[in-house]
């Protein structure tokens, strides 16, 4: 699988043009956050490992499929990955969620982890870590790094709008997490804004702004 892997899908690619628009408010932010998230879990579990069952239909013995092997937990990066989770979790609501709160210090430039609660099985599960925008990609290396502290093997990273400065920095730091974005903008601005990207993710989904 390529990676990063681009999911240019019409109604993802339809509903980030809606999310970039300045005049959209909150409330349809929040939805259109979230339905692209659910949209995009549904392109990164697809190789999620499937066993054979048989199942007793009305009529008669059916060979079917079931979810095997690893359980999946989501861990947002607080605050914006938030807006992602009820997405994900209208596809895989057995999941667990984790969360984890890291921000760039603005000084030196380094992560500031300040919250992370995980599942306490975390090991045993596949991770999809979450976050809308990947910027300078200094609090999704040091996200993974924490998650990999826990002995997670296998952790995927979700985000909507990646710069290229934020992919390449998680590939070098963590070549083996297959990372999915909706779409690659153009570069960082001098405050680590996503140009053209869509402002502040956070103050968008949480109307602090
Ligand atoms: N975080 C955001 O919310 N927006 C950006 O453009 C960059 C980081």
Redesign the pocket.
């Known amino acids: 699988m390529q990676n990063p892997f681009i999911m240019d899908h019409p109604l993802i690619q339809h509903k980030i043009s809606l999310l970039r628009d300045k005049h959209t408010g909150s409330k349809e932010f929040r939805e259109l956050v979230s339905e692209i998230a659910m949209l995009m879990c549904y392109e990164a579990t697809r190789d999620l490992p499937l066993t054979e069952v048989e199942i007793q239909t009305p009529i008669a013995t059916a060979k079917s499929k079931i979810l095997s092997g690893q359980k999946l937990a989501f861990i947002p990066i607080l605050r ?1 990955g938030l807006g992602m989770v009820d997405g994900v979790m209208k596809l895989v609501p057995a999941a667990k969620i984790g969360h984890i709160g890291i921000y760039r210090d603005p000084d030196t430039k380094q992560a500031v982890e300040y919250f992370a609660k995980f599942p306490t099985d975390i090991a045993n599960r596949t991770v999809i870590l979450l976050d ?2 990947l ?1 300078t990609g200094v609090t999704a290396v040091d996200a993974i790094a924490q998650i990999k502290k826990r002995n997670v093997l296998d952790i995927k990273f979700m985000c909507i709008i990646a710069a290229p400065e934020g992919l390449k920095a998680v590939q070098e730091a963590h070549p083996d997490v297959q990372i999915y974005c909706a779409v690659v903008d153009e570069k960082l601005n001098e405050h ?3 140009v053209p ?6 103050d968008r989904i949480f109307g602090t702004k």
């Open positions: 914006a809308p925008m910027a680590a804004y996503i990207g869509l402002g502040d993710a956070g």
